[in-house]
């Protein structure tokens, strides 16, 4: 073992009490910053994969439609001019927007839908529906409905749909019973239910009405046409990114689930901030910890530093014997501080379970984030060794050894 590293696990060793005592703080630091992690990283995943399980990461549509003024320069113009209602209007040239997106960098699928209010009616009951008709294949890979399925198949042939739990709920319907379905402008026709869906929205399970494409597009007067293209991307925290890319490359209007949903995003910001300053707190008890104990280390060993400098030890190794002192405690407490923060997390996630047996409160312990906190536990074991081996690297041999 090299000189330093022998003078100082001997020196951690003498002091075994404080070295327990400030192993056991690091441990419990470490232990907090991977609970918290985990916790708050869980928690964020599983709201951003609820909030995306009924909406796609970008929409592209034709964009809004806006008043034109044409008035000789002579005839004064109102400074409100009231904007039109929207019509349904597919977009223009959707299969070369769609390989547009397809080649686009972080997109990884792109999916048409024809998208518009209707009704679905079963005897008496009738309910405003959104009608969406899509290619049920590519769809899938968008807002993965199939495995969400409850009730019957997943398929959507000719004559066939899929409706939500909460509007089967609504209509007294099921699976094999037939649906009439139109729009305001038409008189509609009767559908099979193949299958009912629980997307975890109440708000999407009694609104939504999935049906084949061409069959949407009868009903909505888009022959051919869709009304917008929903896309996936790689990383949904790009989504504005690419949305933004989007709109620059196809000239449509793109919207990301980032800019839909602005209030999640908020509470998403401030549980991260939240846990960043518990987290800065916590590394600044365990950094004055460890300073303060490797202060009274310094204290207790000054005779047997004194000698070691009077017998010739360079002033940069006994600097490097309190460095390597606050190296060994960061290791150490970041090894049991990883273990004890992600059995803590463990054991938090089985305190509370959903019906299907998942947690209520999700965690996320990865490697990465392990290999984050040790790294943090070393780094401000290292700082705070800094103060208290540059005062052992002052001391005066002689006055030292004099004074005892």
């Not at 070369?96 to 679905?120: I, Y």
């Not at 009767?190 to 009868?218: C, H, M, Y």
């Not at 908020?266 to 987290?279: D, E, G």
């Not at 490097?320 to 049991?336: D, E, K």
């Amino acid at each position: 073992m090299p000189f330093e590293w022998m003078v100082a696990v001997r020196f951690l060793r003498e002091g075994r009490f404080q070295t327990v005592l400030i192993l056991a703080g690091v441990a419990v630091g470490v232990a907090v910053l991977v609970f918290l992690s985990a916790l708050i990283t869980g928690l964020q995943a599983t709201l951003v994969k609820q909030t995306l399980g009924s909406q796609p990461h970008v929409i592209v549509r034709r964009p809004d439609e806006v008043p034109v003024t044409l008035a000789p320069a002579d005839v004064a113009v109102a400074a409100r001019v009231q904007r039109p209602p929207q019509r349904l209007i597919a977009l223009e040239n959707w299969p070369g927007v769609r390989g547009t997106l397809e080649a686009m960098e972080g997109v990884e699928a792109v999916a048409p839908v024809a998208s518009g209010s209707g009704f679905a009616l079963n005897g008496g009951a009738n309910r405003g529906v959104v009608l969406r008709g899509i290619d049920l294949e590519s769809s899938n890979r968008i807002i993965d409905v199939c495995p969400r399925v409850v009730l019957g198949g997943c398929r959507l042939g000719g004559g066939e749909v899929l409706i939500g739990t909460e509007l089967a709920r609504q209509l007294g319907v099921t699976v094999g019973d037939t649906l009439r379905v139109g729009t305001a402008t038409t008189q509609g026709q009767r559908f099979a239910i193949v299958g009912v869906f629980d997307l975890g929205s109440n708000e999407v399970n009694a609104r939504w009405v999935l049906l084949p494409l061409k069959s949407a597009q009868t009903l909505l007067g888009l022959p051919g046409g869709v009304t917008a293209l929903e896309t996936r991307v790689t990383d949904v925290f790009q989504a504005e990114r690419i949305a933004r890319d989007a709109a620059l490359a196809t000239g449509q209007k793109a919207e990301s689930w980032m800019e839909l949903n602005r209030q999640l995003l908020v509470a998403l910001r401030s549980q991260s901030s939240s846990s960043y300053m518990i987290q800065l707190f916590v590394l600044v008890a365990v950094a004055l910890g460890i300073a303060s104990v490797l202060v009274v280390s310094v204290v207790q060993k000054s005779r047997e530093i004194g000698i070691l400098k009077a017998m010739g030890t360079p002033t940069g190794r006994i600097t490097r014997i309190f460095l390597i002192q606050g190296v060994l405690v960061g290791a150490v407490g970041a090894v049991f501080g990883g273990a004890l923060g992600t059995g803590l997390a463990m054991f938090f996630a089985t305190l509370a379970l959903n019906p299907d047996g998942s947690p209520r409160f999700p965690v996320a312990v990865t490697p990465t984030l392990l290999l984050s906190a040790g790294t943090v536990a070393l780094a401000t074991g290292l700082l705070a060794a800094v103060a208290p081996a540059r005062r052992a690297a002052r001391l005066d041999p002689a006055t030292v050894i004099r004074n005892g």
